[in-house]
């Protein structure tokens, strides 16, 4: 089976533009979830999907946003980026057919905002 | 709220040596615990779980123990490899965390030949 893809790996924006990052889960996954990496702040929980619809979110602000397809694919979007915004961001598939299951990672997009 | 605590590294050692990471957890329920591993440049792959107290995950030679009696998951390996160098996260899921993960903070370990 493939594992989870994520497309563009690299980005270089510029402070106040947005940006769209994509996610194809392990076929057959159907739970998305996103993860923002930084030095500073580690690994923190952004948000999930689920059969299109997002069942949590985490501490963010609304600059940040996603969103699932009917095939599962998942793209969140960040708009008005500042420099914080700098950070991996990381996508994880599940086929959540339990209320916790473990979660596949895939390689990551490296966001840098100038 | 949910939480996990890791040891702060970075953690060096020589080749053959033995690993311990330190993890313990706060759970609002009965969480499933995991061992994520960091390689340079690349995203996060699942080392090995545990889903109820005292079962033990095991995976290229580590080994976690959950104990729920000390809120623990502590990562062991009797001989490291330099291959073994990466990161190593510390993640609860459970009904606090609406099943989605909660990471420590990660410990990097280098390993030297």
């Known amino acids: ?31 998305v979830s996103w993860y923002q990496q930084t030095p500073g702040q580690g690994l923190q929980f952004l948000f999930e ?22 095939n599962s694919r ?10 914080g915004d700098s950070a991996l961001y990381l996508c994880a598939s599940s086929y959540k057919q339990g209320f916790v299951d473990e979660q596949y990672f895939g ?8 | 709220g949910d939480s996990v605590t890791q040891m702060e590294g970075p953690v060096t050692l020589s080749e053959e040596a033995c690993l311990t990471i330190n993890c313990t957890y706060t759970a609002t329920g009965y969480p499933s615990l ?9 995203g996060l ?23 729920k009696e000390t809120t623990s998951f502590h990562l062991e390996k009797g001989s490291v490899q330099v291959s073994d160098s990466a ?4 993640a ?10 909660i990471f420590g903070k990660g410990t990097k370990l280098s390993v030297k030949p």
């Open chain 2, 45 to 67: 792959q699942l080392l090995l779980k545990a889903t109820k107290a005292d079962d033990k995950g095991s995976n290229k030679g580590f080994e976690a123990t959950y104990r």
């Open chain 1, 107 to 114: 390689p990551g997009t490296r966001l840098t905002v100038t």
């Open chain 2, 87 to 90: 990161v190593y996260f510390c």
């Open chain 1, 49 to 70: 999907y689920f059969s299109e619809t997002q069942r949590n979110k985490g501490n963010f602000p609304g600059r940040f946003s996603g969103r699932q397809f009917s």
């Open chain 2, 34 to 42: 995991f061992w994520y591993v960091q390689y340079p440049g690349e």
């Open chain 1, 1 to 31: 089976k493939a594992g989870v893809t994520q497309t563009p790996r690299y980005l270089i924006k510029t402070r106040g533009q947005q940006v769209t990052l994509s996610c194809s889960p392990i076929s057959g996954h159907r739970s």
């Open chain 2, 92 to 101: 609860l899921s459970d009904v606090g965390s609406q099943g989605n993960l």
């Open chain 1, 74 to 83: 998942s793209e969140m979007n960040v708009s008005t980026l500042e420099l």
